[in-house]
């Protein structure tokens, strides 16, 4: 629930982005990161597009989202050269155009195995817009019910903060959802950690944190830091 309340927003087009000193690209690849990493498939992933060259990590990935899609007998674990991690990127393609909502038009296993970010990236964004959203379905819950139990929870924690829409400005100190991380998860939030969030640099250690404590706490992770902010 704590993961459907951070990712409502994005799936709802609500989420806003402030502006970044990092490329696009580079905040995307954080983001998937942050992802990929909170699914329980043991990826440590340190450089999203070198990494991803041997094929892999998308691989798992894709296995996660549709379970049984990826024959690992024609998968080489450990590929030595370019072409063996072409290879394994040729199926990751083909596993890709298996699975619905997946488009794989214009990319090739060879750009995967190059490096390419562009066009690694775009199916990252697939991937995680597939997962997110059946996350989502399988709640069989609506963004109304789900605020009211956040608030709910909140005020049971002794808190007055009331949130009014998944946009909602307050939201931004970090204190309403680290609250709420609290009260499901008290094992995982130290109060001592809670700043009230009255500044720019507050609220970013909140926000910080609050990611920091929804990933140890098992929670779905579909956002960064920033869009918290």
Not at 130 to 142: G, I
Request: proline fraction near 4%; hydrophobic fraction near 45%.
């Amino acid at each position: 629930f704590v993961a459907s309340l951070m990712a409502f927003g994005a799936a709802e087009g609500e989420t806003e982005h402030p502006a970044q000193a990092e490329s696009e690209e580079a905040r995307e690849e954080r983001l998937f990161q942050m992802w990929s990493g909170s699914l329980g498939i043991g990826l440590m992933i340190t450089d999203l597009c070198e990494d991803c060259r041997s094929g892999i990590p998308l691989l798992k990935v894709m296995d996660h989202v549709q379970p049984g899609c990826v024959e690992w007998k024609r998968v080489l674990e450990a590929p030595k050269s370019i072409f063996e991690r072409t290879a394994n990127c040729n199926y990751a393609c083909e596993v890709a155009h298996s699975i619905s909502g997946i488009r794989v038009v214009g990319i090739s296993g060879s750009d995967i195995a190059a490096g390419s970010p562009k066009l690694t990236l775009a199916i990252w964004w697939q991937l995680m817009r597939k997962d997110m959203m059946h996350f989502l379905d399988e709640l069989d819950v609506d963004a109304a019910h789900v605020m009211s139990w956040a608030n709910a929870k909140v005020k049971g924690a002794g808190c007055t903060l009331q949130m009014t829409k998944f946009a909602d400005p307050m939201l931004a100190s970090g204190v309403f959802l680290l609250t709420l991380l609290g009260s499901v998860a008290p094992e995982c939030v130290d109060p001592r950690m809670i700043t009230p969030g009255a500044s720019k640099h507050e609220a970013e250690l909140n926000a910080r944190y609050a990611v920091s404590v929804a990933h140890k706490s098992g929670c779905r992770v579909f956002v960064l830091w920033e869009d918290i902010v």
